[in-house]
């Protein structure tokens, strides 16, 4: 890794005072950027210029900046989270960009994720989902014993916990064409339908969270495979289909 430098940088940042107003890109100077700091440390630099100048500091999102959250959703250069693969935007580091680059910073673009203010975005859609069926009826809590004596196929389990890595960004929203949200979907639909105690709720969960996805306006897929791409924590394209085939046996019984 090349010793950090600074570096000169144009910006180009989506403003918009709320959801009802239009909004438009505005461009800002930004000099002495680190490239060892990270993407949203910059925008922190770039704030307290705002600030000094007496201007309004631009609105984003972020939590933990630890790449666990998700809340740090920003689509950069054209690329949700911008040019890194497997990474949050909290992850991004500034040495992914040279001196006198102009960067493109704009929110999610989805019917079904609203702008608030600036970069932020109402990801709510993805709450109103994850509660039409995205838990389960069985008590784990405190019960490990009882749990473990459950036997669970490893290769399930594996696949499990890795549909269950997702950590609801929407940039799989934000990548696709269509603006689906089945890769979400899939996910949480993926990690109960593997486990047995996910299967009580079985029918119901995969029809009321289909249901709700399209009653929230997100499109269908169409198999490009952006979502998967661009999605931080790897999440696979078999769990649409398993969503699928779920939604298939649910829809017959």
């Known amino acids: 890794m090349s010793a950090a430098k600074n570096i000169n940088i144009s910006l180009q940042i989506w403003r918009q005072k709320n959801s009802k107003e239009k909004g438009k890109m505005e461009t800002y100077k930004l000099n002495d950027v680190s490239t060892a700091s990270s993407f949203l440390e910059m925008l922190d630099q770039l704030n307290e210029q705002l600030v000094n100048e007496r201007k309004e500091p631009i609105a984003f999102d972020h939590d933990c900046r630890e790449g666990i959250c998700g809340m740090c959703s920003l689509y950069i250069n054209g690329r949700a989270h911008g040019p890194d693969t497997g990474i949050t935007t909290c992850q991004l580091h500034m040495r992914m960009f040279n001196d006198g680059d102009t960067i493109v910073v704009e929110p999610w673009r989805s019917v079904a994720f609203p702008v608030i203010k600036d970069l932020i975005v109402d990801r709510t859609a993805f709450d109103r989902i994850q509660q039409a069926g995205g838990f389960v009826s069985v008590n784990t809590s ?81 198999n490009t495979g952006a979502c998967e791409i661009e999605c931080p924590k790897g999440i696979s394209l078999e769990n649409i289909a398993r969503m699928n085939r779920e939604y298939l046996s649910a829809s017959l019984k």
Not at 149 to 161: G, L
């Open 142 to 222: 405190g019960n490990t014993i009882d749990a473990n004596t459950i036997p669970v196929p490893k290769d399930d389990a594996d696949k499990a916990f890795e549909a269950a890595a997702c950590i609801g960004c929407g940039a799989c929203v934000a990548t696709c064409k269509n603006g689906s949200a089945m890769l979400f979907v899939g996910a949480k639909v993926s990690q109960y339908a593997l486990l047995p105690q996910g299967k009580v709720e079985a029918t119901n969960r995969v029809l009321n969270m289909v249901r709700q996805m399209d009653e929230e306006g997100f499109g269908n897929c169409t």
